[in-house]
Each structure stands twice: as C-alpha cells, then as structure tokens.
C-alpha cells in the first residue's frame, strides 16, 4: 500500500528536498502551511500538482489535530521551526513558542490522533553550544542561544513521549546543512548571493559578521535522506547528521570568490551588527551511529556544495555563462 507522510515546514529548505524525495518513493505527500496573504510556495513550485497542502500553525494545536487527522501519516516529519539562530534573540518568547513548544504541540496531536505514526524530529547542533567536538549523540548539550534552548525542549520532550507513551519518535541532530534553497537571511545564502551580485555588477561589498566561527557544512538533499532512513529503522533513536568535516565562514567566503576568479579582500566587510551576542565558535560532528546503524554518509562535499550555491545565484542573476 502507497504510504503517507505529514511534513511539517514542507516549503522551507529541507521540507521541500523531502518531499521530492518522499515522492521518489512513491509516497502520498501531504504538508502543513501557515495561512498566509502571499503563499510562499517557490522551493515546491515543482511539485505542487503532486502533494496536498494542508493549513495549521505551530502556535494552533487545534490546526494540527485536524491536519493530523487528514493526512493520515504513515511517518511525521516536523521540520517547522523559528530556524534563524540570531531572530531568537530578537523574538525569543516567538522562537520558544514555535520551535520549541510546536514540537510538543505536534507530538500530542499525533499521541491523540495518529499514535503508531513514526515521527522524525529536527533537532539541532545549536543544541551543543561550545562542547568541545567532534559531538555525536553523548555529548553533554548547553545551548547558546533562545534557539538552541528551544530545539532541546523539543529534543527532550521527544525522549519523554517515546518513553512515556512507547511512541516512534527519532530525532536528527543534524549538523549545518545547505543549498541554492536556503533562505536568504543565512551567511551562506548571503555570501553566495553577494558574489553573484558582486559579480554582476549589481553590489559592491558583502558585510558579515564574525568570519571565523567554524561549521560542519553538508548538503541539505543528502541531510533529508539521513530522516527517511531514521523512521524505516527498527527502532526510534536519535542520530547525529554531519560530514564529520570544519570549515570557517572565511573558508566559504574564499571558495566562494575563487569561483568567480575574484579577490574576496576586495570585496568583504566586517561589522559586529552581524554578530550573535553568544558565539558558537567550533561544531563538527560525528555521524558514526548513523553510518553504522543506517548505512548513511554524505556524497557532496563542502568545495562542490559552495559552487552549487554559487552557480545558482548567477543563473538566478541572469550571467549565461554560468
């Protein structure tokens, strides 16, 4: 029988390279959107003849009953989130609510509703603030930021509903992940964004913030497979996604004007506006688990992700040759 999968967030970065994937599979695809005046709907253009929006809200638990309801879930994806770390500290009761508390919101309404549906929750390596790394699934967590104290709420109260109601929920401590969907108000997206301008003749400077944190980069269609695999696995567990590999933000600024032969010094501003008022300066994971227990491993790595964001931004910018 055709199984059926619920997405939560399905029009950001990750719900739509899911969704794609999940239809590969010949899934019935259903994904929850927020009522809004201007539907955002450009990362699943693609595919909207062939998933069925369904309308809820986070912050509206009788929302979720009903699309739980509808869709019927086989599988849960909750990946609906406040995501941009520095807006939680700006908007942190909205960030709690949403990433934190919609998490539990959508854990009861399956428990009411859907209880044998297998849940994917996204958790974060925010959740590790500055522990020393390589981090996997043991290390102590001690978030940084609204955000990240919201994503282990979420995190802890997937345990207390897998524990206490026997239900099937595996989070995925996933690791930056990133691509030509990412949205705009990321350093990466903004970086690539700005080389393409630069490039085009279009801006003459790119400012960022501090350039010398350092990230574990993956590619986000690589990412959303590690989640499927996590809900066909026996057992709901929780999984660390990353390519076990660091780069600095200066790293990806410089790879990113090498690809259009410029000089980035030429071109890069720092202003401490940019800058998170509690730093996390060092993440690399370790995905040992999840390449053991879900024959996972990433295939795209940080040189041919930073080109792909790249190339996308000049096709975007209307430069043929790209």
């Known amino acids: 029988m055709t199984k059926r999968a619920l997405i939560t967030g399905i029009t950001g970065q990750d719900g739509s390279y899911l ?45 979720l009953l009903h699309a739980v309801k509808q869709a019927e879930p086989d599988e849960l994806y909750n990946l ?58 043991e290390t102590p967590m001690h978030p ?13 109260m997937a ?14 401590i996933l690791f930056n992940h990133e691509s030509p969907r990412r949205g705009i108000e990321f350093v990466t997206r903004k970086i690539a964004h700005a080389v393409a301008r630069i490039e085009g003749g279009k801006q003459d400077k790119l400012v960022l913030g501090d350039i010398s944190a350092q990230r574990d980069w993956g590619y986000a269609p690589d990412y959303v497979k590690a989640m499927w695999l996590m809900l066909q696995h026996k057992n709901p567990e929780d999984f660390v996604i990353a390519t076990g590999e660091q780069h600095s933000v200066s790293e990806f600024v410089v790879r990113a004007f090498e690809h259009v032969r410029l000089d980035w010094k030429d071109y890069v501003d ?25 024959g996972w491993t990433h295939e795209v790595g940080f040189e041919e992700l930073v080109s792909a964001m790249v190339d996308s931004e000049l096709r975007e910018a209307g430069l043929a040759k790209y």
Not at 113 to 129: D, H, K, N, T, W
Not at 144 to 156: C, E, I, M, Q, T
Not at 163 to 172: K, L, N, P, V
């Open 144 to 156: 940084r930021s609204p955000y990240g104290v919201a994503k282990l709420f979420a995190h802890r």
């Open 19 to 63: 969704a794609e994937w999940l239809l590969s599979k010949d899934y019935k695809v259903f994904g929850l959107v927020r009522r809004l005046s201007k539907p955002n709907t450009d990362n699943i253009k693609g595919i909207l003849d062939k998933v069925e929006l369904v309308e809820g809200d986070l912050t509206d638990q009788s929302s």
């Open 270 to 294: 720092v202003d401490k506006k940019y800058m998170r008022p509690a730093e996390l300066y060092s993440l690399r994971g370790d995905a040992k688990k999840a390449k053991e227990k879900l």
């Open 80 to 137: 609906a989130s406040q995501s941009f770390v520095k807006t939680s500290w700006t908007q942190p009761e909205l960030t709690a609510n949403i990433t934190g508390v919609g998490a539990l919101r959508v854990f009861e309404a399956a428990r009411q509703a859907c209880p044998l549906v297998r849940i994917y929750q996204a958790s974060s390596s925010e959740m590790f603030g500055n522990m020393p790394g390589p981090q996997n699934e």
């Open 159 to 172: 345990k207390v509903y897998r524990d206490s109601y026997g239900m099937f929920i595996s989070c995925g």
